[in-house]
Protein backbone atom coordinates (compact mmCIF):
# COMPACT_ATOMS: atom_id res chain seq x y z
CA UNK A 1 0.00 0.00 0.00
CA UNK A 2 1.54 3.05 -1.34
CA UNK A 3 1.29 6.17 0.77
CA UNK A 4 1.52 8.53 -2.71
CA UNK A 5 -2.17 6.41 -3.37
CA UNK A 6 -3.77 8.87 -0.79
CA UNK A 7 -2.13 12.08 -2.19
CA UNK A 8 -4.41 14.51 -4.09
CA UNK A 9 -4.27 17.70 -5.52
CA UNK A 10 -4.39 20.37 -2.49
CA UNK A 11 -5.61 24.14 -3.85
CA UNK A 12 -4.26 26.61 -1.40
CA UNK A 13 -7.36 29.03 -2.05
CA UNK A 14 -9.21 26.53 -0.66
CA UNK A 15 -7.48 26.04 2.84
CA UNK A 16 -10.16 27.64 4.88
CA UNK A 17 -8.29 30.60 6.72
CA UNK A 18 -11.22 31.22 8.84
CA UNK A 19 -14.59 29.40 10.13
CA UNK A 20 -18.26 29.86 9.08
CA UNK A 21 -20.42 32.96 10.20
CA UNK A 22 -22.74 30.01 11.66
CA UNK A 23 -20.63 26.87 12.82
CA UNK A 24 -23.82 24.75 10.91
CA UNK A 25 -24.38 26.61 8.32
CA UNK A 26 -21.16 25.50 6.85
CA UNK A 27 -21.74 22.66 3.43
CA UNK A 28 -21.30 19.01 4.06
CA UNK A 29 -20.70 16.44 1.24
CA UNK A 30 -23.09 13.11 2.39
CA UNK A 31 -21.17 10.20 0.87
CA UNK A 32 -22.49 6.62 1.20
CA UNK A 33 -19.78 4.76 2.38
CA UNK A 34 -20.79 1.58 0.17
CA UNK A 35 -22.01 3.26 -3.46
CA UNK A 36 -19.89 6.12 -2.97
CA UNK A 37 -23.22 8.44 -4.20
CA UNK A 38 -22.54 11.53 -3.38
CA UNK A 39 -24.96 14.50 -2.46
CA UNK A 40 -24.25 18.68 -1.78
CA UNK A 41 -26.00 19.68 1.52
CA UNK A 42 -25.57 21.97 4.92
CA UNK A 43 -24.50 20.77 7.65
CA UNK A 44 -27.33 21.75 9.97
CA UNK A 45 -29.54 19.08 7.30
CA UNK A 46 -27.40 16.32 8.77
CA UNK A 47 -30.57 15.53 10.96
CA UNK A 48 -32.09 14.03 7.66
CA UNK A 49 -29.82 11.45 7.89
CA UNK A 50 -30.33 10.59 11.68
CA UNK A 51 -32.82 8.12 12.81
CA UNK A 52 -34.43 7.63 16.41
CA UNK A 53 -32.26 5.16 18.07
CA UNK A 54 -29.02 6.14 16.80
CA UNK A 55 -25.84 7.39 19.19
CA UNK A 56 -24.19 10.41 18.41
CA UNK A 57 -20.22 10.44 19.77
CA UNK A 58 -18.26 13.16 20.23
CA UNK A 59 -14.36 14.09 21.38
CA UNK A 60 -15.43 16.26 24.24
CA UNK A 61 -11.50 17.23 24.63
CA UNK A 62 -10.54 20.90 24.64
CA UNK A 63 -7.34 22.76 23.23
CA UNK A 64 -4.68 23.79 25.76
CA UNK A 65 -3.16 27.27 25.16
CA UNK A 66 -0.06 25.08 24.63
CA UNK A 67 1.70 27.87 22.30
CA UNK A 68 4.58 29.30 24.27
CA UNK A 69 6.69 32.37 22.89
CA UNK A 70 9.82 32.88 25.30
CA UNK A 71 13.47 33.58 25.37
CA UNK A 72 16.40 31.09 25.91
CA UNK A 73 18.06 32.25 29.30
CA UNK A 74 21.42 33.44 29.10
CA UNK A 75 21.39 34.75 25.47
CA UNK A 76 17.82 35.96 25.07
CA UNK A 77 17.33 34.71 21.87
CA UNK A 78 13.56 34.12 20.74
CA UNK A 79 12.21 30.60 21.40
CA UNK A 80 9.23 28.56 20.69
CA UNK A 81 8.22 25.62 22.79
CA UNK A 82 4.78 23.79 21.84
CA UNK A 83 3.10 21.74 24.53
CA UNK A 84 2.08 18.44 22.55
CA UNK A 85 1.32 16.06 25.79
CA UNK A 86 2.14 15.53 29.47
CA UNK A 87 4.32 13.19 30.60
CA UNK A 88 2.77 11.40 34.23
CA UNK A 89 5.03 8.33 34.77
CA UNK A 90 8.29 10.37 34.48
CA UNK A 91 8.68 12.59 38.03
CA UNK A 92 5.38 13.21 40.74
CA UNK A 93 3.67 16.51 39.66
CA UNK A 94 2.62 19.21 41.44
CA UNK A 95 0.41 22.63 41.00
CA UNK A 96 3.81 24.06 39.92
CA UNK A 97 5.62 21.87 37.97
CA UNK A 98 4.87 19.14 35.24
CA UNK A 99 6.96 17.12 32.49
CA UNK A 100 5.61 17.86 29.00
CA UNK A 101 6.52 16.25 25.32
CA UNK A 102 7.19 19.29 23.73
CA UNK A 103 8.20 20.40 20.36
CA UNK A 104 10.73 23.22 20.46
CA UNK A 105 11.96 25.54 17.54
CA UNK A 106 14.89 26.73 16.95
CA UNK A 107 15.75 22.65 18.10
CA UNK A 108 19.72 23.04 17.36
CA UNK A 109 20.06 25.96 19.63
CA UNK A 110 17.90 24.04 22.80
CA UNK A 111 19.78 21.08 23.72
CA UNK A 112 19.60 19.31 26.80
CA UNK A 113 19.56 21.48 29.69
CA UNK A 114 18.51 24.70 28.28
CA UNK A 115 15.98 26.86 29.59
CA UNK A 116 13.56 29.29 28.10
CA UNK A 117 11.93 31.28 30.07
CA UNK A 118 7.99 33.24 29.30
CA UNK A 119 6.71 36.43 30.69
CA UNK A 120 4.03 38.06 31.40
CA UNK A 121 2.46 41.36 30.01
CA UNK A 122 4.56 43.23 32.79
CA UNK A 123 7.83 41.39 31.80
CA UNK A 124 7.71 39.29 34.81
CA UNK A 125 8.78 35.43 33.87
CA UNK A 126 5.24 33.13 34.58
CA UNK A 127 7.09 30.26 33.59
CA UNK A 128 9.64 28.21 32.62
CA UNK A 129 10.70 25.11 30.33
CA UNK A 130 13.80 23.59 31.04
CA UNK A 131 14.85 21.04 28.23
CA UNK A 132 15.34 17.68 30.31
CA UNK A 133 16.03 15.16 27.25
CA UNK A 134 15.43 14.60 23.43
CA UNK A 135 12.66 11.80 22.76
CA UNK A 136 13.39 8.57 21.29
CA UNK A 137 16.51 9.29 19.94
CA UNK A 138 18.84 10.06 22.41
CA UNK A 139 21.21 12.66 21.29
CA UNK A 140 19.35 13.30 18.00
CA UNK A 141 17.14 16.61 17.13
CA UNK A 142 14.22 14.23 16.07
CA UNK A 143 12.50 17.19 14.65
CA UNK A 144 12.07 19.23 17.60
CA UNK A 145 11.25 16.67 20.11
CA UNK A 146 12.28 17.20 23.42
CA UNK A 147 11.34 16.46 27.13
CA UNK A 148 10.91 19.62 29.19
CA UNK A 149 10.12 20.12 32.53
CA UNK A 150 7.40 23.48 33.18
CA UNK A 151 7.73 25.12 36.23
CA UNK A 152 5.99 28.24 37.63
CA UNK A 153 6.03 31.31 40.52
CA UNK A 154 2.45 31.10 39.65
CA UNK A 155 -0.01 29.14 42.42
CA UNK A 156 -0.82 27.11 39.42
CA UNK A 157 1.11 25.89 35.95
CA UNK A 158 -3.10 26.04 34.43
CA UNK A 159 -2.82 29.78 35.54
CA UNK A 160 0.78 30.33 33.89
CA UNK A 161 -0.64 29.14 31.00
CA UNK A 162 -3.42 31.09 30.58
CA UNK A 163 -1.56 33.74 31.30
CA UNK A 164 0.71 33.20 28.69
CA UNK A 165 0.23 30.46 25.86
CA UNK A 166 -1.12 31.14 22.97
CA UNK A 167 -4.03 28.53 21.59
CA UNK A 168 -2.38 26.75 18.64
CA UNK A 169 -3.67 27.11 15.17
CA UNK A 170 -2.52 24.85 12.44
CA UNK A 171 0.15 25.93 10.58
CA UNK A 172 -1.44 26.25 7.34
CA UNK A 173 -4.12 28.90 8.44
CA UNK A 174 -2.02 31.76 8.07
CA UNK A 175 -3.60 35.55 9.92
CA UNK A 176 -6.63 34.82 11.86
CA UNK A 177 -7.39 37.29 14.33
CA UNK A 178 -10.74 36.37 14.80
CA UNK A 179 -12.55 34.40 18.24
CA UNK A 180 -10.28 31.75 19.52
CA UNK A 181 -13.24 29.91 21.14
CA UNK A 182 -14.44 29.19 17.12
CA UNK A 183 -11.69 26.79 17.60
CA UNK A 184 -13.35 24.82 20.10
CA UNK A 185 -16.14 22.76 20.39
CA UNK A 186 -19.30 23.93 22.09
CA UNK A 187 -19.58 21.16 24.08
CA UNK A 188 -15.39 20.88 25.15
CA UNK A 189 -14.56 20.06 28.81
CA UNK A 190 -11.14 19.76 29.76
CA UNK A 191 -8.19 21.42 28.39
CA UNK A 192 -5.83 18.21 26.96
CA UNK A 193 -5.27 18.69 23.20
CA UNK A 194 -2.64 20.48 21.21
CA UNK A 195 -5.34 20.73 18.15
CA UNK A 196 -8.98 20.58 17.89
CA UNK A 197 -11.15 17.80 16.96
CA UNK A 198 -12.53 19.75 13.80
CA UNK A 199 -15.51 17.85 12.99
CA UNK A 200 -16.86 18.73 15.98
CA UNK A 201 -16.84 22.75 15.08
CA UNK A 202 -20.04 22.52 13.59
CA UNK A 203 -22.24 21.76 15.86
CA UNK A 204 -24.41 24.42 17.84
CA UNK A 205 -26.20 23.86 21.29
CA UNK A 206 -29.42 24.08 19.47
CA UNK A 207 -28.29 21.48 16.85
CA UNK A 208 -27.17 19.03 19.80
CA UNK A 209 -30.59 19.48 21.32
CA UNK A 210 -32.73 19.38 18.04
CA UNK A 211 -31.07 16.23 17.44
CA UNK A 212 -31.85 15.14 21.09
CA UNK A 213 -35.25 15.81 20.23
CA UNK A 214 -35.44 13.49 17.24
CA UNK A 215 -34.77 10.50 19.56
CA UNK A 216 -31.10 10.44 18.68
CA UNK A 217 -28.84 9.72 21.73
CA UNK A 218 -25.53 12.36 22.31
CA UNK A 219 -22.71 10.79 24.10
CA UNK A 220 -18.95 11.88 23.93
CA UNK A 221 -15.55 10.50 24.71
CA UNK A 222 -11.88 11.76 25.19
CA UNK A 223 -8.80 11.59 23.24
CA UNK A 224 -6.25 14.06 23.63
CA UNK A 225 -5.39 15.29 20.33
CA UNK A 226 -1.47 15.54 19.15
CA UNK A 227 0.15 16.99 16.24
CA UNK A 228 1.07 13.94 14.67
CA UNK A 229 -2.80 13.41 13.60
CA UNK A 230 -2.00 15.78 11.31
CA UNK A 231 1.70 15.02 9.90
CA UNK A 232 2.21 13.45 6.23
CA UNK A 233 3.44 9.95 5.47
CA UNK A 234 6.98 10.28 4.89
CA UNK A 235 7.24 6.82 4.06
CA UNK A 236 6.93 5.10 0.59
CA UNK A 237 4.68 2.57 2.10
CA UNK A 238 2.41 3.40 4.26
CA UNK A 239 2.56 0.26 6.37
CA UNK A 240 5.85 1.46 7.51
CA UNK A 241 4.47 4.47 8.96
CA UNK A 242 4.61 4.62 13.19
CA UNK A 243 1.47 6.04 14.20
CA UNK A 244 1.84 8.76 17.35
CA UNK A 245 0.58 7.43 20.18
CA UNK A 246 -2.65 9.65 22.06
CA UNK A 247 -4.39 8.91 25.55
CA UNK A 248 -8.30 8.03 25.38
CA UNK A 249 -11.06 7.68 27.62
CA UNK A 250 -14.17 5.68 26.61
CA UNK A 251 -16.53 6.08 29.80
CA UNK A 252 -18.95 2.57 31.37
CA UNK A 253 -21.63 4.98 30.09
CA UNK A 254 -20.97 5.07 26.29
CA UNK A 255 -20.24 1.48 26.51
CA UNK A 256 -23.46 0.94 27.82
CA UNK A 257 -24.86 3.15 25.50
CA UNK A 258 -23.35 1.76 22.23
CA UNK A 259 -24.39 -1.62 23.46
CA UNK A 260 -28.15 -1.06 23.87
CA UNK A 261 -28.53 1.35 20.76
CA UNK A 262 -26.62 -2.18 18.98
CA UNK A 263 -29.33 -3.95 20.54
CA UNK A 264 -31.55 -2.04 19.41
CA UNK A 265 -30.33 -2.04 15.73
CA UNK A 266 -29.35 1.60 16.05
CA UNK A 267 -26.13 3.20 14.88
CA UNK A 268 -22.95 4.34 16.21
CA UNK A 269 -22.17 7.87 14.28
CA UNK A 270 -18.82 9.15 15.32
CA UNK A 271 -18.35 12.54 14.87
CA UNK A 272 -14.24 13.02 13.87
CA UNK A 273 -11.60 10.80 13.32
CA UNK A 274 -10.44 10.64 17.21
CA UNK A 275 -13.77 9.75 18.12
CA UNK A 276 -13.11 7.25 15.72
CA UNK A 277 -10.59 5.70 16.92
CA UNK A 278 -11.24 6.12 20.71
CA UNK A 279 -14.31 3.81 20.00
CA UNK A 280 -11.93 1.48 17.92
CA UNK A 281 -9.33 1.37 20.24
CA UNK A 282 -11.62 0.82 22.93
CA UNK A 283 -13.07 -2.43 21.29
CA UNK A 284 -11.46 -5.69 22.74
CA UNK A 285 -10.89 -8.84 20.41
CA UNK A 286 -10.23 -11.09 23.32
CA UNK A 287 -13.69 -10.40 24.56
CA UNK A 288 -15.28 -9.44 21.28
CA UNK A 289 -16.91 -6.58 22.61
CA UNK A 290 -16.55 -3.25 24.04
CA UNK A 291 -14.49 -2.23 27.15
CA UNK A 292 -14.12 1.16 29.27
CA UNK A 293 -11.13 2.78 29.35
CA UNK A 294 -9.81 5.29 31.25
CA UNK A 295 -7.04 7.78 29.46
CA UNK A 296 -5.25 4.46 28.00
CA UNK A 297 -2.75 5.25 25.34
CA UNK A 298 -3.23 4.17 21.98
CA UNK A 299 -1.50 4.12 18.82
CA UNK A 300 -4.35 2.33 16.27
CA UNK A 301 -3.46 2.68 12.86
CA UNK A 302 -6.62 2.14 10.95
CA UNK A 303 -5.93 1.60 7.03
CA UNK A 304 -7.82 0.27 4.13
CA UNK A 305 -9.13 -3.56 4.82
CA UNK A 306 -9.55 -2.62 8.37
CA UNK A 307 -12.62 -3.95 10.25
CA UNK A 308 -14.63 -1.20 11.75
CA UNK A 309 -16.06 -2.85 14.74
CA UNK A 310 -17.84 -0.02 16.56
CA UNK A 311 -18.79 3.04 14.26
CA UNK A 312 -21.42 3.00 11.49
CA UNK A 313 -21.36 6.50 10.25
CA UNK A 314 -18.77 9.22 10.74
CA UNK A 315 -19.02 13.09 10.43
CA UNK A 316 -15.29 14.48 9.37
CA UNK A 317 -13.35 17.21 7.35
CA UNK A 318 -11.84 17.34 4.64
CA UNK A 319 -8.13 16.33 5.40
CA UNK A 320 -4.15 16.70 4.48
CA UNK A 321 -3.28 14.50 1.71
CA UNK A 322 -1.05 11.18 2.36
CA UNK A 323 -2.42 11.87 6.19
CA UNK A 324 -3.15 9.01 8.29
CA UNK A 325 -6.66 11.05 8.13
CA UNK A 326 -6.61 10.11 4.57
CA UNK A 327 -6.08 7.29 5.16
CA UNK A 328 -8.92 6.35 7.59
CA UNK A 329 -11.69 7.51 5.28
CA UNK A 330 -10.36 5.13 2.81
CA UNK A 331 -10.30 2.19 4.91
CA UNK A 332 -14.42 3.27 6.62
CA UNK A 333 -15.00 3.33 2.04
CA UNK A 334 -12.83 3.08 0.10
CA UNK A 335 -10.12 4.85 -1.65
CA UNK A 336 -11.96 5.06 -4.81
CA UNK A 337 -14.93 6.44 -3.46
CA UNK A 338 -12.96 9.32 -1.12
CA UNK A 339 -10.54 10.05 -3.96
CA UNK A 340 -13.44 10.86 -6.21
CA UNK A 341 -15.64 12.55 -3.30
CA UNK A 342 -12.14 14.98 -2.91
CA UNK A 343 -12.14 15.52 -6.45
CA UNK A 344 -15.95 16.76 -6.33
CA UNK A 345 -16.01 18.95 -3.20
CA UNK A 346 -12.27 20.77 -5.37
CA UNK A 347 -14.70 21.11 -7.94
CA UNK A 348 -17.49 22.47 -6.42
CA UNK A 349 -14.93 24.61 -4.18
CA UNK A 350 -15.45 23.51 -1.16
CA UNK A 351 -13.74 25.16 1.69
CA UNK A 352 -10.69 22.80 2.99
CA UNK A 353 -9.30 21.31 6.28
CA UNK A 354 -9.34 22.21 9.79
CA UNK A 355 -11.85 25.72 9.45
CA UNK A 356 -13.15 23.94 6.30
CA UNK A 357 -16.56 22.16 5.39
CA UNK A 358 -17.97 18.77 6.63
CA UNK A 359 -18.43 15.52 5.32
CA UNK A 360 -21.15 12.81 5.99
CA UNK A 361 -20.44 9.12 5.51
CA UNK A 362 -23.15 6.80 6.13
Request: proline share 5%; with cysteine; hydrophobic share 40%.
Amino acid sequence: MKTADFDYNLPEELIAQEPAPDRDGCRMLVMDRTTGALEDRIFRDIKDYLRPGDLVVANETRVLPARLLGAKRGSGGTAEVFLLQEVIDREPKTNQSAMWEVLVKPGRRLKTGAVVDFCDAAGQVALSAEIIDFINREGEDNKGQRLARLTTPLPSLDEALHTIGKTPLPPYIKNYAGDMEMYQTVYSKREGSAAAPTAGLHFTPELIEEIKAMGVSWMTVELEVGLGTFRIVDEENAEDHQIHTEFYTVSEAVVEAIEKTKAAGGRVIAVGTTSVRSLESAWSKEEGRLLPRDREATSLYILPGYHFNVVDCMVTNFHVPKSTLMMLVSAFSSRENIMVAYQHAIDERYRLLSFGDAMFMH
